[in-house]
């Protein structure tokens, strides 16, 4: 977030918090994004505080992350103390979060895989409700509001008119060739990035969970590191390596958007379309 727009974001989920009756002294921000995680001291509590704006998706992952709980996925868990639902204050949606200290630095790969295999297993248990109650998106709803940002000017003014044909022609072949390779399809967690697992003394446990949605469990090993794909052995490899490409595609065209709020965008949506490029060359899609 902005400096200006990240003081606010704190000082809303501070007031959250004390306006609940939990004790607020310091404020640590832990993540700051388009959203920001702040560690609230000494009632240790996680903050999520998205713009108002994105309040939907914020409930939506609230709504999840409760469900999840109930049938034992690995996830972070909602703070015990406050009902589960979502606070508005000041432009911004507050979700309140158990926090988890971290423990080693880095999950390894076969860890990870148990973790994602773990957590879909969950996520099948609890698929009858998501779909029917929480209406999860299909993974290609994903692409298509990305190639609506990609063809429109207006949304997207910098993106140069190449990449801009390039990118809407990756994002209509790629998610059109993993639809039609007939691989199974479930509930997904949607991003499990490693920036989404953290490592705490309970075990890997998956964070942001508002990017849930449908699809083959390789759209989700492909925003793992690569090893990690080698310790499931029951993908398919080579969609792996599509859905990786859809993913890099997906993640520069949301960069391109005129209101993208993630710091250091300019960069990012570049090595996007690098990375897009480089996995087209080598063959994936």
Known sequence: MEPSQLRRAVDAGRATAVGLGLPVDEVVVVHDSDRVALRLLPCDLLARVTPQLDAGGAGFEVEIARRLTAVGAPVAELDPRVEPRIRVRDGFAISLWTYYPPTEPQIDPAAYADALARHHAALRRAEADLVA?????????RAEAALAVVTDRVRSPELPDA?????ARTLRELSAEIAGAGAGEQVLHGEPHPGNLLATRRGPLFVDLGTCCRGPVEFDLAHAPEDVAAHSPDADQNLVRTCRALNWALFSAWRWRSDDRM?????????????????????AG
């Not at 109650?133 to 709803?141: G, Y």
């Not at 990012?268 to 996995?279: F, P, Q, Y």
Request: charged share 45%; glycine share 6%; hydrophobic share 30%.
């Open 163 to 167: 990449e801009r044909e390039f990118l």
């Open 133 to 141: 109650d929480l209406k999860v998106p299909h993974f290609t709803e």
């Open 263 to 283: 710091p250091d965008r300019a960069r990012l949506r570049t090595e996007g379309l690098d990375r897009v490029r480089a996995l087209r060359r080598s063959g």
